[in-house]
């Protein structure tokens, strides 16, 4: 080494000293770690018990039957899965204007809560709550005669459905609807039914318009039939509209909140997660961030575990406490490998 490089280092920028075994780079990268407890996994659940569909967009990622269900969760509980966000997809049963089957007593969600809760007693459940997947419409709130949303009676709706999700047994209820006032409305219904302290609501907070969600509408069935979602889903570059969501439904009394999609959006995760610390964060890495990230790795662009825990340590770095990922299995399976010794 020579004198002048010696004379010339700053003891301070020597960054090397610091990162030269994989434990003192944990030790950097702790806030970012993924465990089971960071970790939420969306699931399908279709009227056919004993079926299971694969879903084409999303390879890897498949509907349920009830039955079928139960066999595919059972060893993903025993590698530490933690908690699940539930989906329902109908093909037998009608869909109308005002989603009469979200939650009539031959939904798929409202049959299987209890099942799920009585197999998985320490799996904690949140449910979508939404009216796309049982619309005739496909749109997400009930619509006027002139084919707008009408707010008031939507939101009513979407608190009735809510109330049965939670009476069958849902620990958390998600509203992705983006109709405005559904928080204080969700909340109102819990309250008059004496279910204040054993349910919880998960804010689909901002949620954005996005071109991400292609493959889930295939997986829902729930692509609105005519128009697009841009009156109640926020403008992708509404940074500030994604702020005031933000503070609507803490107001209204969310005690989760959500960013979605991610990848596009992280700027939004660190402002909501620097103004309300105090909150547990949600992220939703939504279908075609998924479909995207298994296509780069099968065309070789990168190997999918280096990449992907990559990915979802940096969605922890930006604020996040909880991601919601179809990945979740195969991150199950990464971490119990690693504390194999
Ligand atoms: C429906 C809903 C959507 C998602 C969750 N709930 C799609 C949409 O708003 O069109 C997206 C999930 C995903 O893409 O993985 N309200
Ligand atoms: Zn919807």
Same mark, same amino acid.
């Given at each position: 080494?020579?004198?002048?490089?010696?004379?010339?280092?700053?003891?301070?920028?020597?960054?090397?000293?610091?990162?030269?075994?994989? *434990?003192?780079?944990?030790?950097?990268?702790?806030?970012?770690?993924?465990? %089971?407890?960071?970790?939420?996994?969306?699931?399908?659940?279709?009227?056919?018990? $004993?079926?299971?569909?694969?879903? %084409?967009?999303?390879?890897?990622?498949?509907? &349920?039957?009830?039955?079928?269900?139960?066999?595919?969760? *059972?060893?993903?509980?025993?590698?530490?899965? *933690?908690?699940?966000?539930?989906?329902?997809?109908?093909?037998?049963?009608?869909?109308?204007?005002?989603?009469?089957?979200?939650?009539?007593?031959? $939904?798929?969600?409202?049959?299987?809560?209890?099942?799920?809760?009585?197999?998985?007693? $320490?799996?904690?459940?949140?449910?979508?709550?939404?009216?796309?997947?049982?619309?005739?419409?496909?749109?997400?709130?009930?619509?006027?005669?002139?084919?707008?949303?009408?707010?008031?009676?939507?939101?009513?709706?979407?608190?009735?459905?809510?109330?049965?999700? #939670?009476?069958?047994? #849902?620990?958390?209820?998600?509203?992705?609807?983006?109709?405005?006032?559904?928080?204080?409305?969700?909340?109102?219904?819990?309250?008059?039914?004496?279910?204040?302290?054993?349910?919880?609501?998960?804010?689909?907070?901002?949620?954005?318009?996005?071109?991400?969600?292609?493959?889930?509408?295939?997986?829902?069935?729930? #692509?609105?039939?005519?128009?697009?979602?841009?009156?109640?889903?926020?403008?992708?570059?509404?940074?500030?509209?994604?702020?005031?969501?933000?503070?609507?439904?803490?107001?209204?009394?969310?005690?989760?909140?959500?960013?979605?999609?991610?990848?596009?959006?992280?700027?939004?995760?660190?402002?909501?997660?620097?103004?309300?610390?105090? &909150?547990?964060?949600?992220?939703?890495?939504?279908?075609?961030? &998924?479909?995207?990230?298994?296509?780069?790795?099968?065309?070789?662009?990168?190997?999918?575990?280096?990449?992907?825990?990559?990915?979802?340590?940096?969605?922890?770095? #930006?604020?996040?406490?909880?991601?919601?990922?179809?990945?979740?299995?195969?991150?199950?399976?990464?971490?119990?490998?690693?504390?194999?010794?």
């Amino acid at each position: 080494m020579s004198e002048a490089y010696k004379k010339m280092v700053q003891k301070k920028h020597i960054l090397h000293s610091s990162i030269f075994n994989q *434990t003192m780079r944990d030790w950097h990268s702790l806030k970012t770690e993924i465990t %089971p407890k960071n970790l939420m996994y969306p699931v399908f659940i279709i009227e056919a018990e $004993n079926e299971l569909q694969e879903i %084409p967009s999303m390879p890897g990622v498949a509907r &349920y039957g009830i039955n079928k269900l139960k066999e595919y969760l *059972t060893p993903l509980v025993q590698k530490g899965l *933690t908690s699940v966000l539930v989906f329902g997809v109908i093909s037998s049963l009608s869909k109308d204007e005002s989603a009469t089957n979200a939650d009539s007593p031959n $939904n798929p969600v409202v049959q299987a809560l209890p099942l799920l809760r009585k197999w998985f007693p $320490n799996l904690t459940i949140a449910c979508d709550v939404c009216l796309c997947p049982y619309s005739s419409h496909g749109h997400c709130g009930i619509l006027t005669d002139k084919g707008h949303i009408d707010n008031a009676r939507s939101i009513k709706r979407i608190a009735e459905i809510s109330l049965a999700y #939670a009476k069958a047994g #849902a620990h958390i209820i998600a509203p992705s609807d983006m109709m405005d006032g559904r928080i204080g409305a969700i909340k109102s219904i819990l309250i008059e039914n004496d279910l204040q302290n054993t349910v919880s609501v998960l804010s689909y907070t901002c949620k954005f318009a996005s071109s991400f969600y292609g493959p889930f509408r295939d997986a829902a069935k729930s #692509a609105p039939a005519s128009g697009d979602r841009k009156c109640y889903q926020l403008p992708p570059g509404g940074a500030g509209v994604a702020l005031r969501a933000a503070e609507r439904d803490v107001e209204e009394g969310a005690d989760f909140l959500m960013v979605k999609p991610i990848m596009a959006y992280m700027d939004i995760l660190k402002q909501v997660k620097d103004k309300y610390p105090e &909150y547990p964060m949600f992220v939703y890495q939504v279908s075609g961030e &998924y479909s995207m990230i298994y296509g780069a790795a099968q065309k070789g662009v990168f190997d999918l575990k280096t990449a992907l825990m990559e990915i979802l340590g940096s969605y922890r770095r #930006a604020g996040a406490d909880v991601i919601i990922t179809y990945y979740t299995p195969l991150v199950l399976d990464w971490i119990a490998l690693k504390h194999k010794l």
